[in-house]
């Protein structure tokens, strides 16, 4: 007798998995059977976590800080992102608008929870990071796709926007230094951005993950500081994981006005309740222990740089190859259109037939595009945009 099990849920059938992670599972299990693969798709620093970090959670480990915590944060740690929110840009938040989630995705997932309805929409400017379109879904809201490509150096403008809300819409999401194209907005064309979210009463997720990761002298901005009213809607995320190279530790921080950090730490607290607490210790290092972080974050911002700079001269030496130099984070988006390949053949083919790994723009809603990570070593851009230029060479 065959047994029909009942169906998954609506949720289950609907999420797609992450296709960044893919590409990179199997360009590691290609590495794993020994394979000499180049791999631009990793979107995580290459570098350890500064040992003080690693001190200080060993230490708390080991002291008995094994036991429940608060679900919004231990007092110290959230405390220590007031004074730093205070410090470096001057924002004046209380503790109560505080909350440490396991991971900066889950502070933006928690973020369109607590102002999404399910019918909702939410603007996602694309390209996107891949997981706004599937959490925005899981809460039952709408995504609504707004497209700015290479031509506007994947910012939106601010006429795009508008012509993108309807009465449905309840939130932008914003995400600048951005994943996937490295692109950082100015204080002025953020201004510009948010009157627009301020007239139609919108509410903003402003994703800062990469903040600390900015080249060219330029300064990040905090978008909760372009006023008082933007403040008053804004929800402000960011995170250890890429600044401090501590992505497996899962700690990511949301501020935000208080009515809605108290939402985020009750639907935290019903899901998940608080963060590893001896972890928190350790992410309470890298906020106190100023100058030992800032000498690790220098050599990584140093490096960064240079690959950066390295891989952007390589990728337009190759012909039918343009790329932007994008300004943070640590990836760069090159175009491929021009081969005539869909850019997701394109990927296959690059890590079958020259053994480079690379994700596909349309991972991230935009056709055509490469996504590269320059957290990898000088050699390893070196020889992979070589073996780029052979592939798109035998394409011609
Ligand atoms: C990596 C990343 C995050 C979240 O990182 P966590 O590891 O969950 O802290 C959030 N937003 C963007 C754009 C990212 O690239």
């Known amino acids: 007798m065959s047994i029909t099990p009942a169906p998954l849920s609506s949720w289950a059938r609907n999420v797609s998995p992450s296709p960044t992670l893919a590409v990179d599972a199997k360009a590691k299990a290609m590495m794993a059977a020994g394979e000499d693969v180049c791999g631009f798709a990793a979107g995580e620093p290459d570098f350890d976590t500064p040992d003080h970090i690693k001190d200080a959670c060993i230490a708390a ?8 915590a608060p679900t919004p944060g231990i007092e110290p740690l959230r405390q220590a992102i007031v004074e730093r929110y205070a410090a470096e840009y001057g924002l004046k938040a209380t503790v109560g608008q ?24 939410v603007i ?9 379109p599937e959490m925005v879904k899981l809460a039952g809201a709408v995504p609504k796709y707004v497209l700015a490509d290479d031509r506007t150096g994947f910012r939106l403008t601010p006429e795009m926007v508008e012509a993108a809300i309807t009465p449905k819409t309840r939130l932008l999401i914003l ?30 997720l402003s994703d800062e993950m990469y ?28 995170g250890f994981s890429k600044t401090y190279a501590m992505t497996g530790w899962r700690i990511g921080t949301t501020v935000a006005p208080l009515p809605i950090a108290k939402a985020i730490g009750e639907l935290q607290s019903q899901m998940t309740s608080n963060v590893t607490t001896f972890a928190q210790f350790g992410a309470l290092a890298a906020l106190t222990q100023k100058e030992k972080t800032a000498a690790a974050l220098q050599i990584m911002l140093t490096a960064f740089d ?5 891989l952007h001269s390589e990728l337009n030496k190759i012909p039918g190859v343009s790329c932007l130099l994008a300004q943070g984070a640590f990836y760069l988006f090159p175009k491929i259109a021009s ?7 394109f990927c296959s083919r690059l890590l079958e037939e020259q053994k480079v790994a690379a ?21 390893v851009i070196t020889k992979g945009v070589e073996r780029l230029a052979k592939f798109c060479a035998s394409l011609k």
């Open 175 to 204: 995400n600048s230094p951005s994943n996937p194209t490295g692109a950082v907005y100015s204080r002025q064309e953020l201004e510009a951005i948010v009157a627009v979210a301020l007239k139609h009463n919108l509410y903003i």
């Open 211 to 238: 903040e600390h990761l900015i080249y060219d002298g330029l300064k990040p901005t905090c978008v909760a500081t372009l006023g008082k009213e933007v403040e008053a809607r804004t929800i402000t995320v960011a």
């Open 359 to 379: 994700v596909p723009g349309s991972a991230f809603g935009a056709e055509g595009y490469l996504r590269l990570s320059y957290a990898t070593s000088d050699a």
């Open 306 to 310: 240079r690959r950066r700079k390295l």
């Open 98 to 121: 505080v909350v440490v989630s396991p991971g900066g995705k889950f502070n933006c997932y928690l973020g369109v929870l607590a102002t999404c309805s399910p019918g909702d929409e």
């Open 339 to 345: 081969f005539g390949l869909k850019d997701m053949d």
């Open 61 to 68: 480990l080991k002291s008995g800080k094994t036991k429940y």
């Open 124 to 132: 996602v400017p694309a390209p996107y990071w891949v997981s706004y």
